[in-house]
């Protein structure tokens, strides 16, 4: 792999981030293929729907705080 100059400086990200950030926006970064995109991350995704996983290791957890042998 041979290296090249990046095309965003340290600087201009922590700019990026510092603007979304007093407008009140959390942002993320996902770099793929040398690309780097910044992403608002929508916090209500966050309250998304549990999964199958998630719903089957509350209701595990739920039996072991009861008791149940």
């Given at each position: ?7 965003i400086r340290q600087s ?34 966050a309250e ?22």
């Amino acid at each position: 792999m041979t290296a090249r100059p990046a095309l965003i400086r340290q600087s201009d990200v922590k700019r990026i981030l510092q603007g979304a950030a007093d407008a009140g926006i959390t942002m993320g970064i996902v770099v793929k293929n040398g690309e780097a995109l910044f992403l608002p991350v929508d916090r209500l995704a966050a309250e998304k729907e549990p999964s199958a996983l998630e719903r089957w290791k509350a209701k595990r957890n739920a039996g072991e705080a009861g008791g149940h042998s």
